[in-house]
């Protein structure tokens, strides 16, 4: 249990009162340990945390782990250091919680759903329901339909008249949301401490995180649904967090008005929407984004075939990032610190493993963080960071304390398991430096 929360974290409502085409995936590394492996390793990953979270035999925790995987892993590496084997270590990873000590869960019917989001007061209560099939089991990942029911349709009821397909409820698990009162803070933080401005960001986060502490939930396979007004809150909430989900799906109501840059590289499906959905659509399209379909008979039959064909991309070759205010800052392996950045800030990151290069071209942004694994790069060679024009050139190690810090500070998922981070300073453009010399207009 202890990972599951500490990965959830960055979900919770606390830290956000503190710090508020087609792109394909670069080729994944073949696992080369057998689960059972995945699941040694990922007991001993939950042992390093729960020293870290009670203080109290982290470093022993940590020395273990680190000397079996030198020991039983670098075989397998073939003579690499055993933080190679991303894909291998990120399976670990899902191993280290044991969701099936969890007690009192209802199988096979549509349950109440009671979150604290103390975010908006101590006594702020999200009132959602759950789905979990009549034949849970924790030997199963499971994909996770996060559902915005439409205004004034109750969570029950959501689930119970949009999510009744027998194949839809027999494979995921379905949290249907109990969003605030006022409508027009769904797709939005709302503010701190006021109940009767509560947003949908919190409520989603919270939920999302009593999801994942609670069930088995395959963390590629996240998805989030709309109807209505919801399908425009569910894609202002992707466009807040892309980086954490599969898909989203509309369902008879029209898109936001957002631009589709930060959601590049998460598909879409809309059964039912209206002219701004097609605009999106178009937009996507021209961009080279990520697909988007627009099925306006869609049912239930077609919504999970397009979730049984569309997953999570954890480390996309190419990330597009317009940084909002306060967020979103991250996508993916990229992260721009919160001070760094202008109103106007736009980015364009691409990974190009055969040449071991990762090219970044900003206007507005000083400076950026850039994460790694060997999924995304060859750390056993010179990795090439282009900002801008200006090449960096260097080996990035591995680092083992480095990744076990992350993992405690929540930056990594099974999907997002990165052994190194660095920070480059971003040049200006030509336009930019001149700007700069003509001084203030």
Avoid at 80 to 101: E, F, G, I, N, Q
């Amino acid at each position: 249990m202890f990972t599951r929360i500490l990965l959830c974290a960055s979900l919770g409502l606390p830290l956000l009162a503190s710090a508020l085409t087609p792109v394909s995936s670069p080729t994944p590394l073949e696992e080369l340990q057998k689960s059972s492996e995945h699941k040694k390793v990922g007991q001993k990953i939950a042992e390093c945390i729960e020293g870290y979270v009670n203080r109290d035999g982290q470093r022993d925790a940590e020395e273990e782990l680190s000397e079996y995987l030198d020991k039983k892993w670098t075989k397998a590496a073939k003579g690499r250091s055993p933080l190679a084997l991303s894909d291998d270590l990120a399976a670990a990873l899902w191993y280290a919680t044991d969701v099936s000590k969890v007690k009192g869960i209802k199988k096979g019917r549509v349950n109440d759903l009671l979150v604290p989001v103390p975010f908006y007061g101590e006594d702020y209560v999200s009132e959602s329901a759950v789905w979990v099939p009549k034949k849970y089991s924790t030997k199963i990942k499971y994909p996770l339909i996060l559902s915005i029911p439409a205004e004034g349709e109750r969570p029950q009821d959501n689930l119970n008249e949009q999510w009744n397909d027998s194949t839809i409820r027999d494979n995921a698990i379905i949290v249907a949301l109990g969003m605030p009162t006022t409508t027009e803070n769904w797709g939005s933080l709302g503010e701190a401490g006021n109940p009767e401005k509560a947003g949908g960001i919190g409520v989603l986060l919270m939920n999302f995180r009593k999801a994942l502490e609670s069930y088995s939930i395959d963390y590629d396979r996240i998805y989030l649904a709309g109807q209505g007004i919801g399908v425009a809150a569910a894609m202002e909430i992707a466009n807040y967090s892309p980086d954490r989900f599969g898909g989203v799906i509309g369902r008879t109501g029209d898109a936001a008005e957002i631009s589709p840059d930060n959601l590049s590289n998460i598909p879409f499906i809309f059964a039912g929407g209206g002219k701004r959905a097609t605009e999106f659509s178009e937009k996507a399209k021209e961009a080279g984004y990520a697909d988007c379909t627009l099925q306006a008979d869609a049912k239930a039959e077609h919504i999970w075939a397009w979730i049984e064909e569309n997953s999570r991309r954890s480390n996309p070759e190419k990330i597009v990032l317009r940084p909002g205010s306060p967020y979103p800052n991250k996508a993916y392996w990229i992260d721009v610190p919160a001070t760094e950045y202008s109103d106007d800030a736009m980015l364009t990151a691409v990974a190009d493993r055969a040449s071991n290069t990762i090219t970044v071209d900003s206007t507005g942004i000083a400076s950026i963080k850039l994460y790694f694994n060997d999924t995304i790069v060859d750390m056993d060679k010179p990795i090439k960071v282009i900002c801008n024009g200006v090449e960096n050139e260097d080996l990035v190690p591995r680092n083992f304390g480095t990744m076990m810090t992350l993992i405690y500070r929540s930056r990594s998922d099974p999907g997002k398991l990165y052994t190194a981070f660095r920070s480059y300073d971003i040049p200006l453009t030509e336009g930019e430096a001149k700007d700069a010399a003509a001084g203030p207009k």
